[in-house]
């Protein structure tokens, strides 16, 4: 068995931490290549103590020098900053295995690094995808990667589906992907009721713990949204095939329906380090440290349609994706300004699908044409919800 060598791209986030505890249960299989985050830097430290990497990157220039510090008395750990060092060590022929962790808009450019070197890109940072769609996977084409989904639903897909086909669903006989959704924890919400949710109550997800920023997405269903958008562009498939199905219980972590009839599930415990140590492992088998499935404990499974009504955001990302262009990539960026405010108390929950909608009517959709212009454009999308936010608190 030869031993992988593993960027993790985010490692103080949930998804980071997640795949260094995968990684600690293996240390025949993996060693760490490189570590990076954004700001913090006494966690970065503690980690790279315990893991001893080659690189390890700081995207803020002053937690750089805060890592350095802390570092002293390990020089052969060499710390770099920004975007620059981001890429650097993502691309770096010295790794093999790249965890794409980094949350939101900032997670493309080191991720696409990874890409277009080739790696084995385990996907974690979804948004990344949904905003250059593709391009992202021309990129992957062209350079070889083995892309390899760690959302949840999009690594259950992956496993119910012949890994030779995986993007090609109808020569495998692939009739329906059943998405599956937890509701988040507002699922029986009321519409007045949702007027007036905080931000530790929209945080405190009933079945995963996650980052913030994803925790609100799966509040507002916009997670749903841009997983249907991730969905179609791993799996080759048209929305029309991918049919949401929220599961309160989060067990089926997303089902596949076939020709014949036939339904493939994938269940686990809600516990991210299962599609982490797929992804890691590929196509072997390895233990995550999970807990068994206690189908007797858990006695049901329900199942009910996504109410667009209350949930507007899954209807926007749907639209987003059908406009087609760099709608999606204003839909994220109008999302991440829209959650950023929200969770800093200066917008209602409700008005998160608002400033979207208004910023997708404020920004002119042109053709996604190339890396450049979806920067630019998410870049020009901040701006314009920065404004309908402001507009919305005179
Ligand atoms: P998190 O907020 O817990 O962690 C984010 C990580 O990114 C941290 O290490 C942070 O330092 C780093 N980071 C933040 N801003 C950065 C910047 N500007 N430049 C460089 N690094 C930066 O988030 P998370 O919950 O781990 O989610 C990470 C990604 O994985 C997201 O795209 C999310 O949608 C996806 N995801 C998460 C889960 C989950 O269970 N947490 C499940 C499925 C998908
Ligand atoms: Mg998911």
């Not at 509040?219 to 309160?248: D, R, Y």
């Not at 997303?254 to 380090?273: I, K, T």
């Not at 499935?293 to 209807?315: K, N, T």
Request: aromatic residues 6%; proline residues 5%.
């Amino acid at each position: 068995m030869r031993q992988r060598s593993v960027t993790v791209l985010g490692a103080t986030g949930s998804i980071g931490l997640s795949t260094l505890d995968v990684i600690r249960r293996h240390p025949d299989r993996f060693a760490v290549y490189a570590l990076t985050a954004g700001t913090r830097a006494a966690e970065m430290a503690g980690l790279c103590r315990e893991f001893r990497p080659v690189f390890a990157v700081m995207a803020d220039s002053d937690a750089a020098r805060e890592l350095a510090e802390r570092l002293v008395d390990l020089p052969e750990i060499e710390v770099l900053s920004g975007e620059a060092g981001l890429c650097q060590v993502a691309a770096a022929s010295e790794a093999d295995t790249v965890m794409a962790a980094i949350v939101g808009a900032a997670g493309l450019a080191p991720t696409l690094a990874a890409v277009r070197a080739g790696k084995r890109v385990l996907l974690a940072n979804k948004e990344a995808l949904v905003m250059s769609g593709k391009l992202f996977m021309d990129a992957v084409a062209e350079s070889g990667a083995e892309l390899l989904p760690i959302d949840s639903e999009h690594n259950a897909i992956f496993q119910c589906m012949p890994a030779d086909k995986v993007r090609s669903p109808v020569a495998a006989g692939i009739t329906r992907i059943l998405l599956t959704a937890s509701g988040g924890p507002f699922r029986t919400f009321s519409a007045d009721r949702l007027r007036s949710v905080t931000p530790a109550e929209a945080c405190a997800h009933p079945n995963w713990s996650m980052g913030q920023k994803i925790s609100v997405d799966s509040a507002t269903l916009m997670n749903k949204g841009l997983e249907l958008i991730e969905a179609c562009w791993l799996f080759n498939t048209s929305p029309e095939q991918v049919e949401v199905h929220v599961h309160p219980e989060s067990i089926i972590h997303s089902m596949v329906e076939y020709a014949d009839g036939s339904v493939l599930a994938q269940m686990g415990s809600p516990d991210m380090r299962t599609p982490i140590a797929n992804g890691l492992a590929w196509p072997e088998r390895i233990a995550a440290g999970v807990a068994p499935l206690d189908l007797f404990a858990i006695g049901r499974f329900h199942f009910e349609r996504p109410d667009r009504q209350r949930f507007p955001c899954l209807r926007l990302a749907a639209e987003a994706f059908a406009t087609g262009g760099t709608a999606p990539a204003v839909l994220n960026a109008a999302n991440e300004i829209a959650v950023a405010a929200f969770l800093d108390g200066k917008l209602g929950f409700t008005d998160i699908p608002v400033i979207i909608e208004r910023t997708l009517a404020a920004t002119e959709v042109s053709e996604a044409d190339s890396f450049d212009t979806i920067f630019v454009k998410d870049a020009e999308a901040r701006e314009r919800a920065r404004e309908q936010i402001s507009l919305l608190s005179v």
